[in-house]
């Protein structure tokens, strides 16, 4: 028997395929196409303090091998995710991961209280990445005292296992997981989006409403693994993988470089049932090469 089970940080997964934060909604608008039960965890679309209208439109556009958005953190607020979207997790047999959002220390302590000790929340992951808003998000992720100084702070507002998720756009993502470890994390997600833009010629005007966005898709994994692998080589938190995750090869390759889970992104909106068929190869590849468990695969990249 394969056993594909992981614990992230103290979040014990049945297999490592999670959804990833913002392209799965809150799960109910999946469940026609995946079987929530045979996810190792669903994560969530980030949560704010207040509800948000996120920004104008255009907000998404497609590129040559992915996509840009900026969606700008749209949700109902943590008082209607408690009451109204929290309770339909609950029946399915899987993980949730809470993905937070804040513009300010205050608020991710606030709602890291809010969600400490709420049935049905199995693990918290600060968005310190976004990079569709004014202000916060990114902002936290690319400096490294005030990373540092966020997440003890959440670490101090939480029992949860604490997830930080990391941004592309820095110099040296190493630098910043060393920063989570040192502040208390129990876990690293990599990567979020590759901030990018994108022109219409024939208009000269930029396909987002706000000029830059988000990318995202199969352009994004090669910088993905090679963050994974950098930060796996250097921390020894556990990693969730993801950026461009569309087949179980993919999902592989994070593994191999020490991703110990990944997620699944964009890949959600051109085939919904993705996670379901990278479980399936993942069992499989497993099964064909008689490698007993994930440990045993995690962060075996031979290099030269
Ligand atoms: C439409 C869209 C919305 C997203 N919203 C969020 C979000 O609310 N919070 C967050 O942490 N990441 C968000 N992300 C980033 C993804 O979770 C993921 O890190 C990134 O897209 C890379 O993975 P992928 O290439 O598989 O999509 C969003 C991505 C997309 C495409």
New binding site residues.
């Given amino acids: 028997m394969t056993d594909l089970s992981v614990n992230i940080g103290g979040m014990s997964l049945k297999n490592p395929v999670m959804t990833?934060?913002?392209?799965f909604g809150y799960g109910s608008e999946y469940a026609e196409f995946v079987d929530l039960n045979r996810l190792g965890a669903v994560?969530l679309?980030?949560i704010t303090v207040e509800p948000r209208e996120g920004n104008a439109p255009p907000r998404?556009a497609e590129t040559e091998a992915?996509?840009l958005?900026s969606?700008g953190?749209q949700n109902v607020g943590i008082d209607a995710f408690i009451s109204d979207k929290l309770p339909y997790l609950k029946q399915f047999d899987t993980r949730t991961l809470v993905?937070l959002?804040g513009r300010t220390v205050a608020d991710y302590v606030e709602l890291c209280g809010r969600l400490d000790g709420t049935e049905g929340v199995h693990g918290l992951?600060l968005?310190v990445?976004?990079p569709n808003v004014d202000s916060g998000g990114m902002e936290f992720g690319v400096d490294a005292s005030m990373l540092g100084a966020l997440v003890e702070a959440c670490r101090g507002a939480t029992t949860l296992p604490l997830i930080v998720?990391l941004s592309p756009n820095v110099t040296s993502v190493v630098d910043m997981a060393r920063v989570c470890e040192s502040a208390g994390a129990d876990g690293i997600s990599l990567?979020?989006?590759l901030l990018g833009m994108a022109i219409n010629v024939e208009t000269r005007r930029a396909e987002l409403s706000r000029g830059m966005g988000?990318l995202?898709?199969p352009a994004?994994k090669p910088v993905a693994v090679r963050m994974v692998w950098q930060v796996y080589n250097a921390v020894s938190l556990p990693i969730i993988g993801?950026?461009?995750?569309s087949t179980t090869e993919d999902a592989l390759e994070f593994i191999i470089a020490g991703a110990s889970a990944i997620?699944?992104?964009?890949?959600n909106f051109v085939n919904p049932r993705t996670t379901m068929e990278v479980v399936d190869g993942l069992e499989s590849y497993f099964r064909r090469h008689e490698i007993p468990n994930l440990a045993a695969l995690r962060g075996t990249c031979i290099v030269g």
């Fill in positions: 990833a934060s913002g392209t994560g679309k980030s998404i992915g996509m958005n969606i953190l993905n959002s992951e968005n990445s976004c998720k990567i979020n989006t988000g995202s898709g994004l993801m950026g461009g995750i997620a699944v992104g964009t890949a």
